[in-house]
């Protein structure tokens, strides 16, 4: 096993919204990345990825709220510091999330070599003008980028030079970890290309020592993480290596989800795609047993009476259902 840079035990976060309902939107999440490796996370509108990506960040303020478990960045636990050791220390330079909607985000009033001044600030206040420009300038080389990018306004730019610039930009500071949350997912086929590629150049080059990507089609990322952690209601459905989760996904809901997603071929137009019949759960009040039941086509009265575990299929792969791996590969008829 190599160097944990990410290691999170039972992390669980709620909302609490205007009228003091709790939302339950990641429970007991526990998820392991190693330095040099890439994390997929995927899952529905709504299934709590991005909630997940906000709460590894350690860094809550209202309607967000911490409720247990440990985040460890490198063998340091960042779960119990206050917010401003965070804002100071850990966000940018340990861990950087890019939200799904950053490069729509930009100030377009602003130069980007500004935003770059203000990540570098945030943690080195005294750091002058034309050291920042010098490590902005190395640093779009190194990605490809051309460096008159740093003197142009948001508008100036393509979306994939957007969306390149942005990552360029929250990763000026080398995180040990990076969350870029459905990066490519606005984009069309050739910007989504070098977006994935820059990411894995910024992993081949130490720019960054990890990454979690987070997408809602799962087949996306088979080409582009090593493992694969599928989300729903909130909660870890199923875990194993992208190869594994794509090819013989285990959970009833990963089937779906592979199901539910056709990659069109050259030249088809309209290609229509299968869903999951139903909608999630409400995760003010999610069920007691199994989130999935109400959607699951081999559902059990054992499936709604109590919770359901996640349960071990081998190495670094685990998924929740009371099924075993044969009974579900007979059910989908694989067997
Ligand atoms: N500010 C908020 N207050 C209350 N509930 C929220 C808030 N933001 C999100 N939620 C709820 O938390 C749950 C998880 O939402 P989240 O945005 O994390 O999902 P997601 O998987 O990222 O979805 P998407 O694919 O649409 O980005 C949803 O039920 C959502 O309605
Ligand atoms: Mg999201």
Redo the contacts with the bound molecule.
Sequence with gaps: MGRKILEVNNLSTK?V?RFKED?Y?VNDVSLTVEEGKSLGIA??????????ALSLMGYYFP??HYVSGDIIIDGKNISLLDPETIRKTVLGHEIAYIP?TAMNALNPTRKIIKFIEDVIRAHDSKASKKDIYDLARKRFEVLGLPASVLNRFPVELSGGMKQRTVIAISTILSPKVLIAD?PSSALDVTSQKMVIKMLKDMMENGIIKSMIFIT?ELPLLYNVTDDIMV?YA?QIVENGSSHEVVFDPLHPYSKGLMGSILVPEEGVRDVKLASIPGTPPN?KKPPEGCRFAARCKYTTPICRASKIDLREAGEGRSYRCILDTEELREVYGDV
């Design positions: 909302y919204t939302v939107a899952g529905e509108s709504g299934c709590g990825k991005s909630t997940l309607p967000l799904q459905e809602h989300m909130g995760l």
